[in-house]
């Protein structure tokens, strides 16, 4: 893979997320040495001015941002926290992208939307956020939007992977020990395993760095989930369907029967077309992509 114009190298933040984890395999497989990947010592996204020396010292060709404030919940009350690291951050990292002709790339979530809808959101569907996280991200996108003219910012939903805390692993988690289980069963989204969501990044980099010549302009939001959608309840299911010979009863309630500091949006499905016909990718449903997440995973089903 070459670079995305210019000599620099690549710089990646968020590496042990889920998302950047996955990234930095594949960004290391196809950029070696010229990937630069500062832990959180160095780059504190709680100080913007910390991430604003690496870029100055480093001088990127490429930034992928995987680093984000991800506690729904916590954001409630920790306000000033997730506005520093979701957008005061990312937009510090724009500017500085844009002095040194870097492409950015970051990413953002369906919780800019406020689930009223009930058809898949597209890029150019009002935004507006119901929690603190939601209003903290979709400022990030303002703020990386006008800072930058070579951005991309990839909107997911509902990210899982093999390992950290999230929906698959607390499942597994209760498998082990209960016999029936209460799940929320009127929110609908999409649950995007981060590999795909990695896969799809590694995609359209090539095709930027590709592109360098031709100077097609990819700058944008683009919608990067799993295709078709299901609730807490119907995601749950699938989860024990495919990891328990005898799975737990799942006894289907309501988001007010399950009560957590962060409102949520009750239908946060997105529309991925843009991004399918831009990079030349296929989103996998979300049922494949619970497949190849267990199939890649390292912790044995019961
Ligand atoms: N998780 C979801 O369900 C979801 C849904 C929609 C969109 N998204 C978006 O997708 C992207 C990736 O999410 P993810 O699920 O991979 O996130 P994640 O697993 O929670 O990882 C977040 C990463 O950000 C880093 N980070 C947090 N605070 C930091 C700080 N102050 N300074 C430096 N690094 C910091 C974490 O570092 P440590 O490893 O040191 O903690 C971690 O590497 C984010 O933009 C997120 O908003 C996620």
Redesign the pocket.
């Known amino acids: 893979m070459r670079r995305p114009g210019g000599h620099g190298p690549i710089l990646l ?8 984890s996955t990234l930095l395999t594949g960004l290391a497989d196809a950029f070696g040495s010229n990937l630069i990947v500062p832990d ?1 010592a160095r ?4 100080s913007p001015e910390s991430v604003r020396e690496i870029i100055r010292q480093t001088r990127p060709s490429l930034i992928v941002n ?5 506690a729904v919940d916590a954001a409630e009350s920790d306000r000033e926290l997730a506005f520093l ?1 979701n957008r005061e951050t990312p937009t510090a990292i724009a500017e500085e992208a844009s002095k040194y002709g870097a492409f950015f790339i970051h ?5 800019v939307f406020d689930g009223q809808g009930s058809q898949p959101y597209k890029e150019g569907d009002p935004a507006a956020p119901v929690n603190v996280y939601g209003e903290s ?1 979709l400022a990030g996108e303002h703020g990386v939007a006008a800072a930058s003219d070579r951005y991309i910012i990839f909107r ?4 899982y992977a093999d390992q ?1 805390r ?1 929906f698959l692993n607390a499942m597994r988690g209760l498998a082990e020990t209960k016999t029936e289980l209460r799940i929320v069963s009127d929110q609908t989204g999409c649950p995007t395993w ?1 590999g795909a969501i990695a896969e799809a990044t590694l995609e359209a980099i090539t095709l930027i760095t590709g592109n360098a010549e031709e100077k097609r302009d990819f700058s944008g939001i683009y919608h990067l989930c799993a295709t078709g959608h299901t609730t807490w309840a119907g995601f749950a299911k699938a989860i024990f369907e495919r990891i328990c010979l005898e799975p737990p009863r799942i006894i289907p309630i309501s988001t007010e029967e399950y009560a957590l500091p962060a409102p949520r949006p009750r239908y946060t499905v997105l529309d991925t077309t843009r991004a399918e016909e831009c990079f030349a990718i296929r989103m996998p449903s979300w049922e494949r992509q619970l497949d190849d997440c267990l199939s890649s995973s390292k912790i044995p089903t019961n």
């Open positions: 933040f968020g590496a042990g997320g889920q998302v950047g959180r780059a504190d996204f709680a995987a680093a984000a404030y991800t690291v990413y953002s979530t369906d919780y991200k997911t939903s509902w990210v950290g999230n981060a």
